[in-house]
């Protein structure tokens, strides 16, 4: 599976951003697809994920009520729409893909190449 991320960039905190990832080489419908990020001197964290069907979704407790995740089967794509953005949301987000549910990084055995999002005070 290959997963190709955009979307990111710098905005003003309380600003908006969409970051979208288009997925390939694999039966998209069976993945489940997550976003992770990884902000400077810290570990990479789980941010948000969609079951196959879009029918379950979850979100780091930071994220909750600010950022939206969905997916489009019929075009391999899942996005993230990031809201109300704070200057602790600034951090590198990878677009992952797995056959199950999984929170824990080292587990996870598809990932994306990246995208920055900056998010200025």
């Known amino acids: 599976v290959q997963l190709q991320a955009s979307g990111g960039g710098l905005v003003q905190a309380g600003g908006s951003l969409r970051l979208s990832c288009v997925a390939s080489?694999?039966?998209?419908?069976?993945?489940?697809m997550a976003w992770f990020r990884q902000a400077p001197g810290k570990e990479r964290e789980f941010v948000a994920g969609?079951?196959?069907?879009?029918?379950?979704?979850y979100y780091l407790d930071s994220a909750k009520g600010r950022f939206t995740i969905s997916r489009d089967n019929t075009a391999n794509t899942v996005n993230l729409q990031m809201n109300t953005l704070k200057p602790e949301d600034t951090a590198v987000y990878y677009c992952?893909?797995?056959?199950?549910?999984?929170?824990?990084?080292?587990?996870?055995?598809?990932w994306g190449q990246g995208t920055l999002v900056t998010v200025s005070s």
């Open positions: 080489g694999g039966t998209f419908s069976r993945l489940y």
């Open positions: 969609i079951s196959w069907s879009g029918s379950n979704t």
């Open positions: 992952t893909a797995d056959r199950n549910y999984g929170t824990t990084p080292a587990r996870i055995p598809y």
